[in-house]
């Protein structure tokens, strides 16, 4: 009995072992059966530089290669990016719509969990003549380089060597990542080098930290390594970049392998001089890819750049960039911009691997030709995206790799980041003023995306569990029901009135009181008198009326920037508590820029983010728009309004703006709900329906309160957004750089 019990585990332990083999031999054996040219060194290679161009070997030869790509980040909503919460069968599934939308590159920035990389073999092992390519980035300790100030710091050069050596053996599925707080960890084996189309060393240089580098280091001679050198025009800190390409490529060669290189790098510290940018500091040092040079690379070596439209503000303000005009006769600074950083960087690729803008209600910065941070619909965002990758392949460029694949939550955009408090609850709810968060294609959507439609049908209300909603029991003239409820983006409310609503006849308000203060008065509310304040102001009318306003004394906008930056005009009247007084809901998108800081005087810029679109969240629907805020139909009106917009810092927690400042920092409190007084006005005689109905003052302390749980959990829903199909569309439309382009003018 005892012998039969050793057998059965002996063997038990043989099929494991075999099985174990067999999952090394599988990575292995699949690694061969991509095609690759092999040197007279016994190199391996699939792409390299040649010219200007990047190619790839397939068939036998070497063919010309253009890089339809997708940024990738490494978060869902709910979480960070340092808790790497994507799961492989994520992945899978993100590879085949990606695929389906004609990219042929997937980056990232940093090192992806084990999953990722096991996920894109496996996927690319079923379509192995026409797979993703991957283009791995490796993260710099970026926080320590702006901290220090000084990129040859032990410390910091160590640091990123370790990256280097961790991010070669993940791609290379040889190494064993221990745990580390925001960092990716796990047991590596998926050999993805196959896959690789060239290695994305560093981030955005801060420009303080290089010149600050190249003055400590003035006097340092050019690097000189074995695979990759500094030519003698190189500074300091393009000396330290050319050793930590050269420590990447010495990883690599590891391996058996070669693959183009590159270093991240921006429009903020490009080569160029940009005499019109209104910042010294957005043109105040240069890195250039031409003072690094391969000598022992065959696989060669390219510039990238990450390049948006509308920042920094030498787009709009630089006399250069408005030279050029498009295919359809305009003046076109991104044109322009692309052509001169060509002509920069010749016989060398050159990519664009971070281009786009966002769909969203927030604008953070303004751009030629409207293609502006943020605004857009999702019709308006791949119509954007699309004409700028036609203008990357127009003008020669390598390659151009569309920011970002998903939409992410935890973001932060400098207009709204100080109301965003606490500051670490950002991914537990979708703050669509927060622009950043929503440049992907794939849309993250909050959790009653596709449960409620606004487009003045109650139906889908009608249908929710009672627990998901709540009636609100209140009497005045003109309304028959109120009900509310809500998700991670937005408050929902359904107002039933007693009659068919007509805006060309009357307006519906909504007032919305979160917090003891605001306004028990208002012109838009003759005669009426509350005894609390209201913090917000919705009104529903025509399209040009349509809006959310915030009492003057609230109004975030004018509290940081007028009275604590002192950039706008602030009227004593308007901060007192109950002035009566509701302002436009606002954001920066340019701050006020002076002398020494900028080469002329420049005002605050700012835009309305208040109006509220009449229209359809129906996607299937031709008119519906992402942006839309309320529809009516008959005697139903739905509304839903972004969280922010009524005076919320963190939906999730309950936690909204406090009326008191501290220091420098705004003050928060908890709210117990929110009260939602509706008010119907005539238009002919410019008063409150029935208003002699109405008591004074009216007891807005009596009406009931919605709330709901604070949430640690999200739940959203995932689909494609309208652009989508239209980069679909312009990735179809490419198959081959540009090699031979009229540059005259149009």
């Given amino acids: 009995m005892e012998s039969k019990k050793k057998w059965r585990w002996r063997w ?7 099985l174990a083999g067999a999952s090394v031999l599988w990575w292995y054996w699949d690694a061969d059966r991509v095609e690759s040219m092999e040197t007279t060194a016994g190199v391996q290679l699939k792409f390299r530089t040649s010219g ?11 063919q010309p290669f253009f890089a339809k790509g997708v940024n990738l980040g490494a978060s869902l909503p709910g979480h960070y990016p340092g808790e790497l919460p994507i799961a492989k069968d994520d992945y899978l599934r993100w590879f085949a719509m990606i695929d389906e939308m004609g990219a ?18 496996e996927y690319n092992r079923k379509k192995p003549e026409d797979p993703l390519y991957l283009m791995q980035g490796i993260w710099s300790p970026e926080e320590l380089l702006i901290e220090k100030k000084d990129a040859y710091l032990p410390e910091i050069r160590e640091q990123f060597r370790a990256e280097i050596k961790d991010a070669v053996g993940a791609v290379y599925g040889e190494v064993t990542l221990p745990e580390k707080s925001g960092k990716a960890s796990g047991t590596y084996r998926a050999n993805a080098g196959k896959y690789l189309i060239g290695w ?10 290089v010149q600050n580098t190249n003055r400590l280091h003035e006097k340092l001679p050019p690097y000189q390594g074995t695979y990759f050198q500094a030519t003698a025009e190189a500074t300091a800190f393009e000396t330290w970049l050319a050793e930590m390409v050269d420590t990447v490529a010495a990883e690599e060669s590891k391996y058996g392998w070669q693959h183009p290189m590159t270093f991240t790098n921006w429009v903020t510290t490009d080569p160029l001089s940009h005499p019109g940018e209104p910042l010294y500091h957005e ?11 391969p000598k022992n690379w065959e696989a060669g070596y390219f510039a990238s750049y990450h390049v948006y439209p509308y920042y920094p503000d030498l787009f709009r303000y630089d006399p250069a960039l408005q030279q050029v005009k498009n295919d359809a006769g305009q003046v076109d600074s991104y044109k322009a911009y692309l052509r001169l950083l060509k002509e920069h960087h010749k016989n060398m690729p050159i990519m664009v691997t971070e281009f786009g803008v966002p769909a969203s209600i927030g604008v953070a910065h303004f751009g030629n030709l409207g293609r502006h941070q943020g605004g857009h619909s999702e019709r308006q965002q791949g119509e954007i995206d699309a004409a700028l990758l036609r203008e990357i392949h127009q003008e020669g460029y390598a390659g151009g790799i569309l920011f970002v694949w998903q939409d992410e939550w935890f973001k932060k955009t400098w207009n709204t980041m100080r ?11 979708l703050n669509v003023l927060t622009n950043e968060s929503l440049f992907g294609v794939l849309g993250m959507y909050p959790g009653k995306e596709g449960v409620l439609t606004i487009d003045g049908d109650r139906t889908d209300w009608d249908q929710l569990k009672p627990e998901e909603k709540q009636r609100l029991d209140i009497r ?17 409310v359904l107002v039933k009135l007693a009659h068919a609503f007509d805006p060309e006849k009357e307006k519906l308000y909504l007032g919305v009181d979160t917090t003891p203060g605001g306004n028990k008065h208002a012109a838009q509310l003759p005669g009426l008198t509350l005894d609390e304040g209201l913090e917000t102001l919705i009104e529903l009318g025509k399209p040009e009326e349509s ?6 004394n609230y109004d975030f906008h004018t509290r940081l920037y007028g009275k604590r930056y002192g950039m706008l005009e602030v009227k004593a009247e308007e901060q007192q508590d109950d002035s009566g007084i509701f302002k436009p809901w606002k954001l920066a998108v340019g701050l006020e820029m002076e002398p020494p800081d900028s080469k002329k005087y420049y005002p605050l810029e700012e835009v309305v983010v208040g109006r509220l679109l009449r229209g359809t969240t129906d996607a299937a629907d031709p008119q519906y728009d992402s942006r839309t805020a309320w529809q009516a139909k008959g005697d139903v009106i739905e509304l839903r309004v972004p969280w922010m917009l009524l005076g919320f810092t963190d939906p999730s927690s309950l936690t909204v703006m406090s009326y008191q400042d501290e220091g420098k920092r705004f003050a928060t409190t908890t709210t117990k709900g929110i009260r939602l007084l509706p008010v119907l006005t005539d238009r002919a005689t410019k008063s409150i329906v029935g208003k002699s109905q109405w008591p004074s003052p009216y007891p807005l302390t009596q009406l009931p309160l919605y709330s709901w749980p604070a949430w640690e959990q999200v739940g959203y829903h995932e689909r494609k957004k309208q652009s989508y199909a239209i980069i679909q569309q312009a990735f179809k439309e490419i198959d081959a750089p540009v090699a031979d382009k009229d540059k005259s003018q149009p």
């Fill in 476 to 492: 005045v003239p003109g309304i028959d029901e109120v009900w509310m409820t809500h998700d991670e983006g937005y408050v929902y």
């Fill in 104 to 121: 042929n590159v997937i980056r990232v920035y940093t090192i992806h969990p084990p999953v990722f990389y096991e996920a894109l073999v």
């Fill in 52 to 62: 200007e161009q990047i190619e790839v070997f397939q068939n036998e030869r070497w």
């Fill in 12 to 18: 038990a332990s043989l099929t494991a072992l075999m």
């Fill in 200 to 209: 994305h060393t560093g981030t955005e240089w801060d420009p303080v930290m």
């Fill in 283 to 293: 043109d105040l040092v240069s890195v250039d890819p031409t003072h690094i040079q």
């Fill in 419 to 429: 109301f965003e408090l606490p500051e670490d609850r950002r991914s537990f709810w």
């Fill in 547 to 552: 809006q959310i306003q915030i009492a003057a």
